[in-house]
């Protein structure tokens, strides 16, 4: 219980501390709100080894074990320690090298993993274009026109499309996505003001 209590005081003090760096223009509680942001990306960095032993751990017990795909656990560490000697031996992620395995192996899995979501991507789109009320029915005439305004045989079908396409992305789309931005922003402060003031203390579970 004590622990508990401790680990709450220091959170919501560290939180308010760095939270004031931003609104009070004072020399000592920048210095302190640095400091305290310094501290915190230390121990992030520190998460990140922690999580590169637990990676070790599970899949060396894979291994060891011969659970279902464990030669995809030797493909994953060796890719592992190959990036990180490649790292230490390069001078770091900003060296020619570490591009060059960023541009010849990473990129080109990031675009296959892009190209394999396109098929989800297919489904849900005929899951969601399906009329079932007028909400729905909206919703797919807006759908059409904007995909027949982004290509060239939408302009030789109505020279409006373009327009109208172009409208609905700047007036109701953009409304829409300014309002989900809103909503995600207030949920965040909400979440934020919680932790600060004690009510959900993640840091203690």
Not at 164 to 175: C, Q, S
């Amino acid at each position: 219980m004590i622990s508990r209590t401790v680990a709450t005081v220091v959170a919501m003090s560290v939180g308010l501390l760095v939270l004031a760096d931003f609104f009070v223009n004072s020399d000592s509680i920048n210095a302190l709100g640095l400091y305290l942001v310094r501290i915190a990306s230390i121990v992030a960095a520190f998460t990140l080894v922690l999580g590169m032993v637990n990676v070790l751990t599970v899949h060396l017990g894979k291994i060891y074990s011969r659970d279902k795909g464990w030669p995809y656990s030797w493909v994953l560490l060796g890719a592992l320690f190959f990036t990180l000697g490649m790292g230490f031996l390069t001078g770091g992620p900003g060296s020619a090298w570490m591009q060059q395995v960023f541009e010849v192996v990473l990129f080109p899995l990031e675009a296959t993993l892009f190209s394999l979501l396109a098929f989800f991507s297919i489904v849900a789109a005929y899951r969601a274009f399906r009329v079932k009320s007028l909400e729905t029915g909206l919703f797919v005439t807006f759908g059409v026109i904007v995909l027949l305004g982004q290509v060239p045989i939408g302009a030789r079908l109505w020279d409006q499309l373009p327009v109208i396409k172009d409208w609905v992305l700047e007036v109701p789309a953009l409304a829409g996505a300014r309002g989900i931005l809103l909503g995600v922003a207030l949920g965040t402060a909400a979440t934020g003001l919680r932790v600060l003031l004690g009510i959900d203390r993640p840091y203690v579970d």
